[in-house]
T-cell receptor, first 114, second 110 residues
Framework: GAGVSQSPSNKVTEKGKDVELRCDPI?????LYWYRQSLGQGLEFLIY????????KSGLPSDRFSAERTGGSVSTLTIQRTQQEDSAVYLC????????????FGPGTRLTVL | DAKTTQPPSMDCAEGRAANLPCNHS???????VYWYRQIHSQGPQYIIH???NNETNEMASLIITEDRKSSTLILPHATLRDTAVYYC???????????FGTGTSLTVIP
């Protein structure tokens, strides 16, 4: 498939544990975004990567959240010492930087913190 | 700061046109208006975008007012599969972030 893929699709963890969420963007897309969507809420911007530029981390809710993008492709969102309020669907999207076309979204990872 | 205002919910009869409004009174001259939709439990899907001219594609039409302070997404013949949350987004200048508001929950009624 040529779309954005994310893994795992579902993750259940205990409060206090660390989790890693993975995003494989569309090949050739230079921009990559992470969002989260809590139950019944709109999408909340987390972080944005563009090429080799420093990422825009302005949406990360706390220092327990971090993300990296290796080789300009795969990205990993890490949540340390998870809390129950971290439970949400985490969505990844990618796009070409040079075009105003909207981003293509992955199916998301549903994170449940018990 | 989502920069857009949409009604929280709307209903539309199947087969009728669905007109979804959006206010973006603080939009800047170089900012595009984007529309996405999110069907339950799926990732958001791109629908259409525009700068100042009206746009049409196979999914929808986008009407942007001359002052660009508001726009309307039109689904010409709504089907039950169009039931979704529709997000109107203004892309901030200088970056590629898309800030989503809470959107309009459209229900297409048989």
């Amino acid at each position: 498939g040529a779309g954005v893929s994310q893994s795992p699709s579902n993750k259940v963890t205990e409060k206090g544990k660390d989790v890693e969420l993975r995003c494989d963007p569309i090949s050739g897309h230079t921009a990559l975004y992470w969002y989260r969507q809590s139950l019944g809420q709109g999408l909340e911007f987390l972080i944005y990567f563009q090429g080799n530029s420093a990422p825009d981390k302005s949406g990360l809710p706390s220092d327990r959240f971090s993300a990296e993008r290796t080789g300009g492709s795969v990205s990993t969102l890490t949540i340390q010492r998870t809390q129950q309020e971290d439970s949400a669907v985490y969505l990844c999207a990618s796009s070409y930087h040079s075009r105003p076309q909207g981003g293509y979204f992955g199916p998301g990872t549903r994170l449940t913190v018990l | 700061d989502a920069k857009t205002t949409q009604p929280p919910s709307m209903d539309c009869a199947e087969g009728r046109a669905a007109n979804l409004p959006c206010n973006h009174s603080t939009i800047s001259g170089n900012e595009y208006v984007y529309w996405y939709r999110q069907i339950h439990s799926q990732g958001p899907q791109y629908i259409i975008h525009g700068l100042k001219n009206n746009e049409t594609n196979e999914m929808a039409s986008l009407i942007i007012t001359e002052d660009r302070k508001s726009s309307t997404l039109i689904l010409p013949h709504a089907t039950l599969r169009d039931t979704a949350v529709y997000y109107c987004i203004v892309r901030p200048g200088g970056g590629n972030q898309f800030y989503f508001g809470t959107g309009t929950s459209l229900t297409v009624i048989p």
